[in-house]
């Protein structure tokens, strides 16, 4: 029998012939010339060729797919209405200003600076209002109502600020003291009992401190009460929640327990299901229910594969160097999308309002053949089912996955000062504590200031020059304990009330420490403790800054914010203690 008699049965009794190799990377010419100009035309020389590129890349494969040319969505939207903080009243949520501002923004510090920028803005509108013969005699009977004292403990021990109010005591308005006295009804009373004041200016000058209270309230937002404040000591991160209420009554509560970054997005947010944000708002509920009807696009984005081999790609974006691991889900998804799956995608635009919180009912998708096919949200089902696939998909405490899609009230890039303020907590294995090491302090000028030359002048101000050691035969000496720089400030480990195991930190300061904490981040109630959990062996670094940014509408807006991001390790004090030092001097 012939070879060919033996390999005929392959060939006629089998299926159609499918190729064994199912998977490539790329199909590349090797070169002959330098020249690739010829190369680069494609020249059609071999249909053969041509059918065998056609079928490599699948376009001889057929399926009952149409393209998409309609999709009508179906969806229900409720909007944030209710904001309340650990163990605060719930409140209303306007979205007149970033959730961001609403829930880091501190009041404004009664220090020297805020005391001369109020002040000289209210000589402004002194000088506008009254005559300029009376201006001069007006402003003077204002110092000394409301003056800036001459001396005042600066615990910063910081120059710029001795110099200034050296420069300004008893020359300017205090503009602090004058909306304190706006604010008790003392300056009107003042007013109209001052015998220099005309009587035509008195009510001149009671309507420009009414300006110059409406102008302070403009230039920063701050809370609306004192248990307005999202700061959790503890565990140094802010901790919120909001909420949307349907017209049933329904609440969707949504718990932010570790936002500490400075940013908002729907990913900061869980939903809490065991909860209502309780409390009666005047605000109208008004949710929003829309049918839309779309025409796809096809996705595309830069460097997108191509899928005709006449069309040149885009270099612009270089997949062949993405270096990945097989644990790198997201990168191994998002690669085999952009390189096999991208032409396969539409998008659907659809504008929502900020604060929205917005439930799918229904998508259908209309193709070239008249076939309607409808999808249901991604990630329905239960929310543990681990075949369960969604990549926006909010976290929730229930049993039923939650498919909401949040558009939260938040910022963009703001503008950021310097820092007013930075603390970095870290851990110090030897002495066997956290240390809280203030590292930038605000000063009465309200700017960020050196705080390690602050604690040098602050020690050098207050301990007495070392006591000369009495002659002796003894080679050693003994020394009790060493000091730390006044700007570490010791948190020691101390026993959970009601646990032998659990400990946390609790704030303390070394004995011979005159000063102490000189910002806010720290100036907690005492006993302070925070969870030994939250400064770990990288440490812990947080920052004070003035934050600015506008609204949709154009609108300024100026709040006091803090971010917590990774320290810089472990670190060591030299704190230690029953030393023996050799008296013998060294030659």
């Known amino acids: 029998m012939a070879d060919i008699d033996k390999l005929r049965p392959l060939f006629l009794n089998l299926p159609i012939f499918q190729p064994a190799i199912k998977g490539w990377n790329r199909l590349e010419g090797s070169p002959r010339q330098r020249e690739v100009e010829r190369s680069l035309r494609a020249e059609v020389r071999d249909p053969l060729w041509m059918l065998t590129r056609q079928w490599q890349f699948g376009e001889f494969q057929g399926d009952d797919a149409g393209s998409p040319i309609d999709a009508r969505l179906l969806t229900h939207q409720t909007f944030l209405n209710r904001y309340a903080v650990a163990n605060g009243p719930t409140q209303p949520l306007p979205i007149d200003i970033p959730l961001e501002a609403r829930v880091e923004r501190e009041y404004r510090s009664n220090d020297l600076g805020s005391q001369l920028r109020i002040g000289r803005y209210f000589e402004k509108l002194l000088r506008k209002t009254v005559s300029s013969t009376q201006f001069q005699p007006y402003k003077n ?27 300004v005591a008893g020359k300017t308005i205090n503009g602090e003291l004058l909306l304190q006295a706006v604010a008790d009804g003392s300056h009107t009373v003042w007013v109209n009992g001052n015998t220099i004041i005309s009587s035509s200016d008195k009510t001149l000058l009671t ?31 802010y901790q919120f929640a909001c909420a949307a209420e349907d017209t049933d009554g329904t609440q969707t509560v949504l718990r932010a327990d570790q936002y500490e970054n400075g940013q908002l ?124 696939w969604s990549f926006f998909s909010l976290s929730t405490n229930a049993a039923a996955a939650n498919t909401l899609s949040l558009l939260p009230p938040s910022l963009g890039k703001p503008q950021e000062s310097q820092p007013l303020e930075k ?39 207050s301990l007495s020059p070392a006591a000369a050691l009495l002659p002796t035969e003894a080679k050693i000496r003994y020394l009790l304990g060493t000091s730390v720089p006044y700007n570490w400030i ?10 032998d195991r659990d400990i946390q930190l609790q704030r303390a300061r070394m004995p011979d420490q005159a000063a102490t904490f000189k910002g806010k981040i720290l100036d907690q109630p005492a006993p302070y403790f925070v969870n030994e959990e939250e400064v770990p062996r990288s440490g812990k670094l947080i920052t004070r800054t003035y934050q600015r940014t506008r609204t949709t509408d154009g609108r300024v807006v100026l709040w006091v914010g803090r971010k917590t991001t990774a320290g810089k390790g472990e670190g060591s004090s030299g704190l230690a203690f029953d030393q023996l030092l050799d008296t013998t001097p060294s030659v």
């Open 423 to 461: 603390v970095n907590f870290i851990r110090d294995e030897m002495a066997n504590s956290v240390w809280a090491i203030e590292s930038v302090i605000p000063s009465p000028l309200d700017r960020g200031i050196n705080g390690f030359e602050s604690a040098l002048a602050a020690q050098n101000a």
């Open 207 to 237: 309507g420009i401190a009414t300006d110059l209270v409406n102008w302070a309230a403009q230039f920063m937002t701050q809370p609306e009460s004192k248990e307005d404040n999202a700061w959790s000591g503890t565990q140094l991160e």
């Open 265 to 388: 997005d729907w990913y900061s947010f869980d939903v809490d299901s065991a909860s209502t944000l309780d409390g009666t708002l005047s605000q109208p509920i008004n949710p929003l229910d829309e049918c839309l009807s779309f025409i796809p696009a096809p996705v595309s984005f830069q460097g997108m594969p191509q899928p005709r081999f006449w069309e040149m790609e885009d270099e612009r974006t270089e997949f062949t160097k993405i270096d990945t691991n097989t644990t790198d889900v997201i990168k191994l998804i998002l690669t085999e999308f952009m390189l096999l799956y991208s032409n396969d995608w539409c998008v659907f635009p659809y504008e929502r309002p900020i604060g929205s919180l917005c439930a799918i009912g229904g998508l259908v998708v209309t193709d070239v053949f008249g076939q309607r096919t409808f999808i249901k949200p991604a990630g329905t089902g239960i929310d543990d089912d681990w075949t369960r």
């Open 141 to 167: 009977e204002y110092v000394r109502q409301y003056s800036i004292p001459a001396s005042e403990p600066n615990p910063t021990f910081d120059k710029d600020t001795d110099q200034t109010r050296e420069a």
């Open 490 to 499: 010791p948190f020691i480990p101390v026993h959970v009330a009601g646990s």
